[in-house]
């Protein structure tokens, strides 16, 4: 089975920071790689596909990057909608997400 | 307009057994693969088991398999999930989710379903 590993866990962080989320997958998933956010109580909602697709609609302050084994998702100016749960996901072998990453106010 | 509607979830017992369905619309259901997605109260998100548009691959993740089973009747548009010798590790909300083919991410997910296995 594929393992993915996000970090951090959490991630402290004020209106209009820079931040970055990395995951790494225990195998190569070549580009099989997306990100989604999750507010609480709500379904998951994707924000990026095949490592670096921004999905329709996501505001372009969301990018993702990497191939392999090794990805980022990097928000260029947080904005107060942005404080969620993030999640990596494989695709390349059925599904796997990584554990989570909570972006908080500091 | 797409949308996935999970219903069935309830308080169970341990060893106990539940079905849910997932209600689609708005779109070709035979057309896509399917697949339920857990999430524990708290937790991370963890993918249980898929099954693509003819019902002809059907994969469970280890922690499932011999006790779900997922299935699908196209001619009604939904999504099934029986869960049988059910434990109190299966509590979580239930999502079930659309991908486009086999090697895809989440395209759109139901409004999740609470199952909750204690006695």
């Known amino acids: 089975d594929i393992q993915m590993t996000q970090s951090p866990s959490t991630l402290s962080a004020s209106v209009g920071d820079s931040v970055t989320i990395t995951c790494r997958a225990s195998?190569?998933?070549?580009?099989?790689l997306a990100w989604y956010q999750q507010k609480p109580g709500k379904a998951p909602k994707l924000l990026i596909y095949?490592?670096?697709s921004l999905e329709s609609g996501v505001p372009s302050t969301f990018s993702g990057s990497g191939s392999g084994t090794e990805f980022t998702l990097t928000i260029s100016s947080l904005q107060p909608d942005d404080f969620a749960t993030y999640y990596c996901?494989?695709?390349?072998?059925?599904?796997?997400f990584g554990q989570g990453t909570k972006v908080e106010i500091k | 307009e797409v949308q996935l509607v999970e219903s069935g979830g309830g308080l169970v017992q341990p060893g106990g057994s539940l079905r849910l369905s997932c209600a689609a619309s708005?779109?070709?259901?035979?057309?896509?693969?399917v697949h339920w997605v857990r999430q524990a109260p708290g937790k991370g998100l963890v993918w249980v088991s898929r099954i693509n548009g003819d019902g002809s691959i059907i994969n469970y993740a280890d922690s499932v398999k011999g006790r779900f089973t997922i299935s699908r009747d196209n001619a009604q548009n939904t999504l099934y999930l029986e869960m049988k010798s059910l434990r109190v590790e299966d509590t979580a909300v239930y999502y079930c989710?659309?991908?486009?083919?086999?090697?895809?991410?989440?395209?759109?997910w139901g409004q999740g379903t609470l199952v909750t296995v204690s006695s």
């Open positions: 989710a659309r991908g486009a083919a086999a090697a895809s991410p989440v395209g759109q």
């Open positions: 996901q494989q695709y390349n072998r059925y599904w796997t």
């Open positions: 095949k490592a670096s």
């Open positions: 708005g779109f070709t259901f035979s057309s896509y693969w």
């Open positions: 195998q190569s998933i070549s580009s099989w």
